[in-house]
């Protein structure tokens, strides 16, 4: 037989199955994604998914190779070796042609079945996509299957975890929900020793290579955490698969595959025993749990101080690490076990029950689960001392419920005296067989408008005013006939079903027109939000929403560039008293504060990050009408659903402000270097013809003398000058526009510095300079013409802002894969504050002054560097002066082949 719902007699609900079927439509358009999955490179899942790919192709798959990174091993080659090749594609970078997948190609092709290594790889800037992940997705969409790689490392999730253990920062990293979606998870697990005996024999890098990777990524202590890491991940994941399983096969027991507990919280003053017992053994365990409250008719009723206590219970399993719900039903045991089985909880923990003194007949909560559920384990505890069950009532909530309920009594008494009245006339016409529906009637209708007490009420005086009024012998209480007694049974007992269930399905009725209402509220407020294009706009949405959901006063402080609060967004509705501490404690902490929570919860205010992908976008302060609400799990998660919607929202007008932005600065960039191509090129056939008219004074006959010469002298001098800024504005111009091809070479750094400092002697002569290069510096690849531009730029630098005698310092050596490169001096310094913004185009170290010069070099030699995937920076030299600071990638040189620095991520 089947195991399923079916198996309890529930039936599956059809627009479950609905959706059901149309993902599994869905997704039978799509390939399938398999991942081999290791804690570090060299474990083997490249040689893995090549044998797996070769089993398809034994099978008569469709096989082709998109990508599969050999690092050289010619294991892994020859494994590779028969099986056919999406040929890449050459993508132009700065200066070089790289190899890149060739997406189009693969989709044209469209095979059965394509390998992609290395799902976290990086395409180079101008492909289709950023990430190779996103390709996948791409292939994954047009039907194809594909097989690839992952390490434990290149997980979003994972990434600052890794990063704390082994001290190096992987920046190619793939969204959990890409390893979460895959089909299929293939762990590749191999012990640290084996994996370091790997290492020696040369079988994961070659021989110099790995005696370093031995002494940094991969010592035995970083192996051993990340073989962990990789186990529970994918523990997690094979958990996942049995849940989903168990959701589509409607599975209904309970699979005891892991620890896991669900406490069962009353109304009672023992349940917070229970939530703290059931923490300490969750503890023990290591266990996920859970904390529930059943919220049923005859708890609707419960005093103010009883749903008090439930709500700081539930808050308490909460702070405790449990995840709380309040479900609804109308009976305890019912919804307790379905809980349990829909989130595969194995053991379930209430309090004892007190033995009943005069209800022999009733059992306790925990035997009613165990007859209803005999595949799970139920744990009883003791409750703390005093009462279990409902906390006494004072006299003055007992006189305040009966002041509210006699009303109710008073009109149910009226109307079954209505239903009297009818009766009489219908008397003569009528069986009364067909009279008691009259009363029936009644009994429904206060079901309906009063409640379950006013129905029991009801049922008993219809019988009585029956039984009086028109059973022979009529205005007596005596009966004729023995059969009317069953009449009266009958009568009564359907009277008592019929209100039962008129009261309980009102309360479910009731209680699916609030979620109802909750749901429409959040829908209108995403609509309403999408279409928002001002923060006052989604202020002002807002607001709208929490005063008509929760009666709540909002106030809304948005943060500045500098992550400073602003003063709140005025609303209509007036604003809350903000503590401005406290708010901006909430911003930085990107944790709420204030009341509800544990941090300052003596103020009247909460106050909620508005939490986006990207970043922290303002807080939201709340002053709640019934503070108490609160505490309702429900609110909580729907405060924090408006609380993140708001803060998309937020998010998304700001990026189009900036897409905004960046479009007129993009436009206006673009004009500016059309200008200054423009007026370089009609500078230079002057300024050419100016210094050859000077040059050409000295040749007269007879040449000049004296103040002739010295006026010629100057003349050629200030063109020259006038002619290299011309030059620097060309330059410019061609960086920013991205026409500059490089011309990279291998050269010693030794010549670049030398080349410089010549061409820049006579300017030179009143600074002495110093240059210290490592004896052991490897050649770097760059063009050499550019980055003695680089050089003689920052020596001129120098030179222009520091008085004469001031000493000059070029240092270069290696930092891990990088060369780092300083040119310092001993000078007056760089202006405070000024370090980033001096290496815009036209700012100048001192905007005020003789000396020459439009704020260019810095920025050409910022331009050159990022060119050659380096970066440049400036900072105050310790002892005094300017130090600037550029690096280069080292790369691998033709003369030292296989002696590049190791990337162990890859």
């Known amino acids: 037989m ?13 627009d479950e199955l609905l959706t059901r079927v149309q993902q599994d439509e869905a997704r039978a358009k799509r390939g399938r994604l398999k991942i081999f999955f290791g804690a570090s490179a060299g474990v083997g899942k490249t040689c893995a998914m090549l044998a797996a790919a070769r089993q398809q192709l034994i099978q008569g798959t469709d096989v082709v190779i998109g990508v599969v990174e050999t690092h050289g091993r010619m294991e892994t080659e020859a494994m590779a070796d028969g099986i056919e090749r999406i040929a890449p594609i050459a993508v132009p970078y700065r200066g070089r042609t790289l190899a890149e997948f060739d997406l189009d190609q693969a989709l044209a092709r469209k095979p059965a079945l394509i390998l992609m290594d290395e799902l976290a790889h990086s395409n180079v800037a101008g492909s289709r996509h950023p990430k190779r992940w996103q390709d996948v997705e791409e292939l994954l969409a047009a039907g194809i299957d594909v097989y690839s790689t992952v390490n434990v490392q290149h997980l979003e999730s994972l990434n600052d ?30 012990p640290p020793d084996e994996l370091l005996a790997r290492l020696r024999e040369g079988k994961v890098y070659l021989p110099n290579q790995a005696e370093r990777a031995i002494r940094n990524f991969f010592r035995r202590g970083n192996l051993l955490a990340l073989r962990e890491l990789a186990l529970r991940r994918t523990a997690d994941r094979v958990d996942d698969d049995v849940q989903q399983y168990r959701r589509d096969q409607l599975v209904s027991p309970v699979w005891q595959t892991q620890d896991s507990l669900l406490a069962c919280v009353g109304p009672g003053e023992g349940s917070e025993k229970i939530v703290r017992t059931a923490a300490r053994i969750a503890s023990r365990l290591e266990a996920p749990w859970q904390a529930i409250y059943v919220e049923t008719p005859e708890r609707q009723r419960l005093p103010a101080a009883s749903r008090e206590r439930i709500l700081k219970t539930l808050k308490l399993a909460q702070d405790l690490g449990a995840s709380t719900a309040t479900v609804t039903g109308a009976r305890v045991e019912d919804e307790v076990v379905r809980y349990a089985r829909a989130h595969n909880l194995s053991r379930i923990m209430v309090g004892r029950d007190a033995p009943p003194t005069w209800r022999i007949w009733r059992r306790s909560v925990a035997d009613r689960i165990g007859q209803l559920a005999p595949d799970l384990d139920v744990i009883q505890v003791a409750r703390a001392e005093g009462r279990a069950g409902v906390a006494p009532r004072s006299l003055e909530q007992l006189a305040g419920q009966h002041v509210a309920n006699w009303r109710g009594y008073a009109l149910t008494a009226l109307v079954c005296g209505l239903a009297g009245l009818i009766a009489t006339p219908l008397y003569p016409l009528f069986d009364l067989a067909n009279i008691v529906m009259v009363f029936l009637l009644g009994v429904v209708v206060v079901a309906v408008r009063f409640g379950r007490g006013p129905a029991v009420m009801a049922s008993f005086l219809s019988v009585a005013i029956f039984d009086f009024f028109f059973v022979p012998p009529r205005m007596s209480f005596a009966v004729s006939d023995v059969q009317y007694l069953m009449t009266f049974a009958v009568m009564l007992a359907v009277g008592l079903v019929v209100g039962q269930l008129t009261a309980g399905y009102k309360y479910q009725a009731h209680v699916a027109g609030r979620r109802e209402s909750r749901v429409r509220a959040l829908y209108e407020m995403s609509r309403d939000l999408s279409g928002a294009l001002l923060p006052e706009q989604i202020a002002e949405i807002g607001e709208r929403f929490l005063t ?21 967004i005025f609303v209509s509705k007036g604003l809350p008293e903000i503590d401005p501490g406290i708010a901006q404690w909430a911003f930085d902490h990107a944790e709420p504060a204030g009341q509800g929570t544990d941090t300052l919860p003596a103020s009247p205010i909460l106050y909620l990050p508005l939490k986006a992908p990207m970043r922290v976008r303002g807080v939201l302060g709340l002053e709640m009408r019934k503070p108490a609400h609160l505490l309702i799990p429900e609110q909580r998660r729907l405060l924090d659903t408006f609380a993140s919607l708001i803060a998309i929202a937020l998010e998304r007008v700001h990026y189009v402000g900036v897409a905004q932005e960046s479009t007129v600065q993009i436009e206006s960039e673009r004009l500016r270097n059309s200008l200054l191509s423009a007026i370089s090129h009609d500078l230079r056939t002057p300024l050419s013809a100016l210094i050859g008219l000077a040059d050409s004074m000295f040749l007269t006959q007879p040449p000049p003398t004296g103040a002739q010469a010295d006026i010629s002298r100057k003349l050629r001098e200030q063109a020259l000058r006038i002619n290299a800024q011309v030059d620097n504005l060309l ?7 991205g026409r500059v091809q490089l011309n990279r070479q291998w050269q010693p750094l030794e010549e670049v ?10 300017a030179l002569a009143s600074h002495p300079v110093r240059v210290e290069l490592d004896d052991e510096l490897p050649l770097v690849e ?41 040119v310092e001096d001993d000078g007056p310094g760089l202006p405070v504050g000024r370090e980033e913004v001096i290496f815009k185009k036209f700012e100048r170290g001192q905007p005020e002054g003789n000396t020459p010069g439009v704020g260019l070099g810095l920025a050409i030699c910022r331009a050159i560097v990022e060119a050659h995937d380096g970066e440049i920076y400036a900072r105050p030299r310790p002892g005094g002066g300017a130090c600037f600071v550029f690096t280069l990638p080292l790369g691998t040189p033709p003369s030292l082949v296989g002696d590049d620095d190791l990337d162990p991520t890859s």
């Open 2 to 14: 089947a195991t399923g719902e079916a198996t309890n007699g529930h039936r599956p609900d059809p």
């Open 782 to 822: 760059v063009d050499s013409v550019l980055m003695q531009r680089v050089f003689s730029n920052l020596l001129e630098n120098a030179v222009k802002y520091t008085p004469p005698g001031t000493h000059v310092w070029v240092r270069a050596f290696t930092t891990g894969a990088q060369l780092e490169v300083h």
């Open 161 to 190: 975890v890794v990063s704390g253990i082994t001290g190096i920062r992987v920046w190619e990293t793939v969204p959990d929900r890409v390893f979460d979606n895959a089909d299929e998870v293939v762990l590749v697990d191999l």
């Open 548 to 568: 008509a959901e929760l009666g709540a006063r909002a106030a809304f402080l948005l943060a500045d560039e500098n992550d400073r609060l602003q003063a709140p």
């Open 753 to 762: 510095v030398g080349s410089a400092i010549k061409n820049l002697r006579p």
């Open 731 to 737: 330059d410019m111009a061609r960086l920013q526009a």
